[in-house]
């Protein structure tokens, strides 16, 4: 397969402050991209570097195999989706789109034919003729992707352009530009701080923080194996315990919480390093109520301190006994759970393989965390 | 069917319309329509006046007058391009470029010299390029010039004192509108393979041409009514039509010459302005916003 953006050590200084702080990645042709993080991490100025728009401090980008770090952003074969759309008020649809073409001197039929087939496969026919602020949120979002891909780009650059849209009409493009992306077959590189957008849309998935990558994977590893507490924290939604380690005469190596719990961990541990640990396990592998007896489950009690219903995303809320944290139990809604009420006593169990666990890092990345 | 309900007498909007309204006929309609008497007016040989339309034939029949007109109307017109030709840059660096902690203080730069009045401003200049003047002086003494030269009371020193006493009418009006314009719009531009100049041809002037335009109208009507700056910085080679209304009323004490000129100047300018917006496709609603 061949490499269409390829980033070698690139960093960027803003005086002290370092954006960027050296990256490398490689992204194949035709493959979706996305770069995950918080805001302020710095994946907006990599977006810049790799459009033209800021110089890096040090490190190289490549486009098919090009270094392209002296061309201008008008030359290099990238465009970019920008985050408020940017489309040009004083244009109607069809100029927006075709501004580019005849930017490269082509004319007439041509020009017409390239732009129609566009608004063709955005959804768009007919459209030229309307001004831009004739058309509502999810229809700009269309015409500023058509009028950057109309030019053929080796990568398409998309800064969180589904930022200012609604809820249901997000989650509604989020399909509409992974399928235009697999019919058209250009690479995207796409930037969000929501990891639900990068998880249903791209083939890999670059999770950003603080000027470095902290995982480049596919949505499922970056699920299922996070590789730093960070990861597993953005990434999905996690419940964290804080814990030391212990390994007994057998080999088996269990956490142990300060309330005295003991749970049993499916990897060795490095235990040379004595301290504190972070241990994840997500609320989708809880098992409510798990069948008696079953010795390789983890289990706890806890009381039931609300139900969070939210449809098929419903939850409880519990409170490990001895306990003041606060654990989060998916709930699935199918009856099977009905019989469970705020401030009853139930167990709360899972296999040793969902449990991850990190050495306790210092960085936050909410504040109530 | 009898609209019974009674009318409420807003008493709080007559109060404040009546000075406007006064301000408006006493200052500018009455006025006004008393020159326009005054200019179809005319005595004949016996003394008695009358209807006529002598006083505008006059105008067309004397060329100096009409080509006074025209040479006003034309250095009227390039004296707002020249303006809007350096405001553009200007008005751009100011919002785009500066800082934003010294855009502020660039924006005062170019307001202060308009706390002095323009006579002042004018006599600056005057005690700059005369003969005897601070820039004459100067290149003596490194010895670019052998002889002092007269650099007043010529076309380019008027057109240049003109461009100089109208700048910050187009400045204020196009800085308005250019901070709205989003920088995105000018990196959208850059990125889609637009050259500089595209940009500024595509993208920055169609976006500011309200702004543009407010200024031009100010700009283009303060130059064509001036008096000051063309009398005192032109000379007497570089006549004005202001001068020459001045010369008919104050000097031959020829109201009726004066007043007919008076309008022909206000028909000028009402009809390049209205030229100039049907050309540039603008609504007057909008520049006037």
């Known amino acids: 397969m061949q490499i269409a953006l390829s980033v070698k050590n690139l960093t960027k200084k803003f005086g002290d402050f370092t954006a960027v702080n050296n990256i490398s990645f490689e992204v194949e042709d035709g493959k979706f991209f996305s770069i995950l993080g918080p805001s302020g991490c710095g994946k907006t100025t990599l977006l810049r570097m790799i459009a033209g728009f800021h110089k890096p401090t040090s490190g190289i980008i490549e486009i098919r195999e090009k270094n392209v770090l002296e061309v201008e952003p008008n030359k290099r074969p990238v465009n970019l989706v920008f985050q408020n759309l940017a489309l040009f008020p004083m244009m109607n649809v069809f100029e927006n789109i075709a501004f580019g073409l005849r930017r490269r001197g082509e004319k007439g039929p041509e020009v017409d034919k390239k732009v129609n087939v566009m608004l063709e496969r955005v959804g768009l026919p007919g459209y030229g003729k309307k001004q831009i602020n004739q058309l509502s949120g999810g229809q700009k979002q269309r015409i500023a992707i058509a009028r950057a891909l109309v030019l053929d780009p080796t990568v398409l650059l998309l800064d969180e352009p589904l930022g200012a849209l609604d809820a249901k009409l997000r989650e509604h493009m989020k399909v509409e530009l992974k399928k235009l992306q697999v019919e058209v077959g250009t690479t995207f590189v796409y930037i969000t701080h929501d990891q639900s957008e990068a998880m249903v849309m791209s083939d890999y998935v670059a999770v950003m923080n603080s000027g470095h990558f902290e995982q480049l994977d596919t949505p499922q590893n970056l699920y299922s194996n996070p590789a730093s507490s960070f990861v597993a924290q953005f990434v999905g939604n996690n419940n964290k315990f804080i814990v030391g380690l212990k390994k007994d005469e057998s080999g088996n190596f269990y956490a142990t919480t300060p309330e005295g719990g003991q749970f049993l961990l499916s990897e060795p541990f490095d235990l040379q390093d004595q301290g504190t640990f972070e241990m994840y396990v997500r609320p989708e592998a809880m098992i409510i109520n798990p069948s008696q007896g079953n010795k390789a489950i983890n289990e706890l009690n806890a009381d039931v301190k609300a139900i969070l219903f939210d449809g098929g995303n419903s939850r409880l809320l519990v409170v490990p006994e001895n306990s003041k944290q606060e654990l989060i139990v998916a709930l699935p809604q199918n009856h099977q759970f009905d019989y469970i009420k705020a401030k009853d006593k139930i167990r709360v169990g899972w296999y040793p393989e969902s449990a991850v666990c990190f050495k306790k890092s210092e960085e936050k990345i909410y504040e109530e965390l | ?289």
Do not use: C
């Open chain 2, 1 to 289: 069917m009898k609209n019974s309900k009674p009318h409420k007498i807003r008493w709080s909007f007559i109060i404040f319309f009546i000075p406007v309204a006064l301000w408006l006929f006493l200052l500018i309609v009455f006025p006004h329509l008393e020159l326009l008497k005054m200019s179809f007016t005319g005595t004949d040989f016996y003394g008695k006046s009358g209807f006529t339309l002598e006083n505008y034939g006059e105008f067309f029949k004397e060329p100096i007058y009409w080509r006074t007109f025209a040479r006003t109307a034309l250095y009227s017109i390039f004296v707002t391009f020249i303006v809007l030709v350096i405001s553009l840059p200007v008005t751009f660096y100011i919002t785009k470029i500066a800082k934003i902690k010294s855009q502020g203080f660039l924006t005062i730069l170019v307001l202060i010299p308009f706390w002095v009045s323009e006579l002042i401003r004018v006599y600056g200049w005057i005690i700059l390029l005369r003969e005897s003047g601070v820039i004459n002086k100067f290149l003596l003494k490194i010895g670019i010039f052998k002889v002092p030269h007269e650099m007043l009371y010529n076309d380019i020193t008027m057109v240049m004192g003109l461009v100089y006493t109208s700048m910050l009418f187009m400045i204020v009006p196009i800085i308005g509108v250019m901070e709205s314009l989003d920088d995105a719009l000018i990196e959208a531009a850059y990125d889609l393979g637009a050259k500089k100049t595209t940009i500024w041809r595509k993208i920055i002037i169609p976006y500011v041409t309200p702004g543009i335009m407010s200024g031009s109208i100010i700009v283009f009507m303060l130059v064509l009514g001036s008096y000051l700056t063309p009398k005192l910085m032109g000379g007497k080679n570089a006549l004005w039509f202001t001068e020459q209304i001045y010369n008919s009323m104050i000097i031959y004490f020829n109201w009726n010459q004066g007043a007919a000129f008076g309008f022909l100047l206000l028909l000028l300018s009402s009809l390049i302005i209205f030229v100039a917006l049907k050309v540039t496709r603008q609504d007057f609603k909008e520049v006037v916003k």
